[in-house]
């Protein structure tokens, strides 16, 4: 379930600090009236005070002046590369993620 949908958010980005190789962002509040601006390859305007629930694609999308980006972060286990990661069929090299903290195990 998307936290579009509880309107769970743990970080608020405005356009200037916005990092979308960092975090997900499901919706977009409009601290201004403002626009146009690119969200997920639509124009879109904006009214002073209204939230746009959606999950933004960063290739797509392109922050203004007056919105705030609303999201948290990507869990840290989808940045930990798993499984083989070096070797041959007889000398291979498997790494291996503790689904509950997203770090390297060591066996």
């Known amino acids: 379930m998307g936290t579009y949908l509880t309107g ?3 970080v608020i980005h ?3 600090t916005a990092d979308f190789d960092n975090f997900v962002y499901d919706a ?3 601290s201004t009236s403002t626009g146009p601006m690119q969200v997920n390859g ?3 305007n ?3 005070g ?3 629930e959606v999950t933004l ?3 797509t999308t392109t922050p203004i ?3 705030l980006l609303l999201g948290n972060p990507i869990a840290p286990q989808t940045k930990v590369q798993t499984g083989l990661i070096s070797g041959d069929s007889h000398n291979e090299v498997w790494q291996f993620v503790d689904i509950k903290t997203g770090l390297p195990t060591n066996g």
Do not use: K
């Open 46 to 48: 904006g009214a002073i």
């Open 65 to 67: 002046a007056g919105i």
């Open 8 to 10: 769970t958010y743990s």
């Open 14 to 16: 405005s356009a200037t």
């Open 42 to 44: 639509n124009t879109v």
């Open 57 to 59: 694609d960063g290739n």
């Open 28 to 30: 977009i509040y409009f």
């Open 50 to 52: 209204e939230t746009l």
